[in-house]
């Protein structure tokens, strides 16, 4: 409750404080499809296994200008492309074949070195560039197989020309490495860092590109939780005990760096490490960091976080819920304690698996039933994927992550109405009756403004 909410009663902001639902689905598919040369092509590689509708699952997405990016790891046989997008400005159908990026060759697993594995998440920075995290291991719900140490691949988005692939050394992975999570700060496009998670041996890589070198960062705050490790999600149970996964960056502050924001999936801790202490590798390789991690705070019984995504603009963080079927929130200006849901549907909203905020200002959250897909079953007669999109601040009115209006607003606001009433009163000071009515008017008139501002 703020302190506008307090100067005019609880019962009269009762109402204010209930969140909206703002977000609408965009795009929507029953299975996954591919835009082939032909439908002879298609069919031909359905025939041949190599395309499996019901083995393809949407896990992450990315918005550069027109074109929407959705990774597709090879979990099963039948994947015919890891990564593929779409054409914003194609409205055609609500569930539109996807288009493999950059091309069919580059996702071929029949040569010795393949350019693409199984990505799961990519990242298109201001400079134009798109960075794909993959982790190369396919077949990990069927017969895993692992072509190589994960890799950074960074493509141009002006002519998607492979600009540079860097392939993790191995002494920065482990034997039960997983990258699955992937953020850039990318204020200096020549000085630009990535940061990849790795939930399956809890740790941190972070590469430079200036340097085009890589360093592992190690950490107790990577670890999972033994005591969340439970998940339920509409009736289906497991236990996981995932590392570190979710990452979001703030913007550059004023020395230059970012705040990295993160957590393991199994947990319900947030944390935070200023990248100054991740950049600089002779510290971050050392063991002199430990008091540089902070603990943020704890998020709540069954409010495990997936990916999560910081809005530079708002300040908000964004966090996926798989166990609450929701989409929550934080204003990082504010404490910790001060969170909310800005999205929750546990039929239509089941498994969120990535957020995202593009430079338009929109909010994308992919959907994908993930529990299903690898406990049970998704029925290709059901709607079984689902991109949400709203503009942010859409989004966040009426939470508490809601931008809030600073005192001068507010003064100068009140200013107004108080002199509106002042003249309205002066008009009818020639009978009571209406004299009061007019009080009640202005009483009215502020009431309404401050649940305006709030």
Same mark, same amino acid.
């Given at each position: 409750m703020n302190a506008a909410c307090i100067a005019v009663g609880v019962l009269l902001c009762a109402g204010v404080a209930v969140a909206k639902d703002n977000l609408r689905v965009a795009y929507e598919w029953r299975e996954m499809d591919? *835009?082939?040369?032909?439908?002879?092509?298609?069919?031909?590689?359905?025939?041949? !296994?190599?395309?499996?509708?019901?083995?393809?699952?949407?896990?992450?997405?990315?918005?550069?200008?027109?074109?929407?990016?959705?990774?597709?790891?090879?979990?099963?046989? !039948?994947?015919?492309?890891?990564?593929?997008?779409?054409?914003?400005?194609?409205?055609?159908s609500k569930m539109p074949a996807l288009r493999p990026f950059p091309s069919w060759v580059s996702h071929s697993l029949s040569d010795a070195d393949p350019e693409l594995v199984s990505p799961f998440r990519v990242k298109a920075d201001r400079c134009g560039r798109l960075w794909v995290l993959d982790s190369r291991i396919a077949g990990v719900l069927e017969q895993t197989k692992l072509y190589g140490p994960a890799q950074l691949l960074i493509y141009d988005l002006h002519n998607d020309d492979l600009l540079r692939r860097h392939i993790l050394p191995m002494s920065q992975t482990k034997?039960?490495?997983?990258?699955?999570?992937?953020?850039?700060?990318?204020?200096?496009?020549?000085?630009?860092?990535?940061?990849?998670?790795?939930?399956?041996?809890?740790?941190?890589?972070?590469?430079?590109w200036r340097d085009q070198e890589s360093w592992r960062v190690q950490h107790h705050f990577f670890h999972p939780d033994p005591l969340a490790g439970n998940f339920s999600i509409n009736d289906i149970e497991f236990q996981w005990d995932d590392g570190l996964y979710g990452l979001a960056l703030s913007k550059p502050q004023s020395d230059g760096y970012s705040t990295l924001y993160f957590h393991p999936l199994s947990s319900t801790m947030e944390f935070s490490v200023k990248t100054s202490v991740l950049r600089n590798k002779t510290l971050a390789t050392s063991g002199a960091i430990y008091r540089d991690f902070k603990i943020l705070g704890n998020r709540g019984v069954d409010a495990q976080a997936g990916a999560q995504f910081l809005d530079a603009e708002t300040g908000v963080l964004f966090y996926t819920l798989p166990n609450q079927n929701s989409l929550?929130?934080? *204003?990082?200006?504010?404490?910790?304690?001060?969170?909310?849901?800005?999205?929750?549907?546990?039929?239509?909203?089941?498994?969120?698996?990535?957020?995202?905020?593009?430079?338009?200002?929109?909010?994308?959250?992919?959907?994908?039933?993930? *529990?299903?897909?690898?406990?049970?079953?998704?029925y290709p007669g059901s709607i079984n994927f689902r991109i949400y999109m709203a503009n942010v601040n859409d989004a966040l009115e009426h939470t508490a992550c809601e931008a809030t209006k600073s005192l001068p607003d507010l003064v100068g606001k009140l200013g107004e109405v108080l002199r509106t009433n002042i003249k309205l009163k002066t008009a009818t000071d020639e009978g009571s009756k209406s004299a009061a009515a007019a009080l009640t008017l202005s009483l009215g008139a502020l009431l309404l403004t401050l649940s305006s501002l709030l």
């Open positions: 591919f *835009q082939y040369d032909s439908p002879d092509q298609r069919w031909s590689a359905i025939e041949r !296994g190599a395309f499996k509708p019901a083995n393809v699952i949407p896990f992450g997405l990315e918005v550069y200008r027109q074109r929407l990016f959705v990774t597709l790891p090879r979990w099963r046989n !039948g994947v015919p492309a890891s990564l593929a997008y779409l054409d914003l400005n194609d409205t055609s034997q039960n490495s997983f990258f699955a999570n992937l953020a850039i700060e990318d204020a200096d496009c020549d000085n630009t860092y990535a940061y990849a998670a790795d939930l399956g041996s809890p740790g941190l890589v972070v590469y430079s929550g929130c934080w *204003q990082t200006s504010k404490g910790y304690n001060v969170q909310d849901r800005v999205y929750s549907n546990n039929n239509s909203f089941v498994f969120p698996s990535d957020v995202k905020v593009d430079d338009e200002r929109r909010l994308w959250v992919l959907v994908n039933q993930m *529990q299903n897909f690898i406990y049970d079953e998704l």
